[in-house]
């Protein structure tokens, strides 16, 4: 995580700061919201928060809006682009599955924002340099001044029991014929299926 943020401030970040605790782990994606809101609130005023869309381990896109609903401040999801930065107002292009929404949101607010919102700017050689010395602020759960009751397991309303693999699919059933004749077929399968 420390050499993320290193690259993260060789590309242009003022500071990077590291939260970790023992007393985060088994963190579900509400605790873990919680602890980031926390340490937020520890940095102090912001106009606008931008997440990833999802993590890669969970998949669920569930931590930014968790973190718009801890620090009470609206939010958009899917954003692929920033038109407009304003004191009062952020104007985003949001992806749908249909095509795109212009929304004005008020700041402070939070985005999540699609892989087409940018495209990262390499790191220049002063970049690379001032990340190489730069001190990584690393914070903890008393640091933050998290509840224990939110954080880690205890916080957690949902726990992940079981990881596997589906099992694949078997090949579906074509019914040819009638309306009425597919009809009954399928009620038929359907009281074979369905105790």
């Given amino acids: 995580a420390e050499a993320v943020l290193r690259e993260s401030i060789s590309m242009g970040i003022d500071e990077g700061i590291l939260l970790s605790d023992r007393a985060f782990a088994g963190s579900d994606t509400w605790a873990t919201s919680y602890a980031l809101s926390a340490a937020i609130k520890k940095i102090g005023a912001f106009d606008l928060i931008v997440c990833g869309k999802q993590a890669s381990d969970g998949d669920t896109a569930q931590v930014g809006p968790g973190i718009s ?59 690379m340099m001032r990340a190489k010395q730069a001190k990584i602020i690393h914070w903890t759960a008393k640091d933050i001044e998290a509840e224990p009751d939110c954080i880690g397991l205890t916080g957690s309303p949902t726990q992940v029991v ?13 019914l040819r014929g009638e309306t009425q004749e597919i009809v009954e077929k399928l009620v038929e399968l359907l009281r074979k299926e369905i105790p």
């Fill in 69 to 127: 609903a801890h620090l009470d401040v609206p939010q958009v999801t899917y954003v692929k682009k920033i038109e407009e930065v304003k004191d009062s107002f952020a104007r985003v292009e949001r992806m749908t599955e249909t095509g795109y929404e212009i929304i004005d949101v008020p700041l402070p607010a939070l985005i999540t924002v699609v892989k087409e919102i940018n495209t990262p700017r390499l790191p220049s050689l002063k970049g």
């Fill in 162 to 174: 079981k990881i596997f693999t589906p099992p694949s699919r078997v090949g579906g059933q074509i």
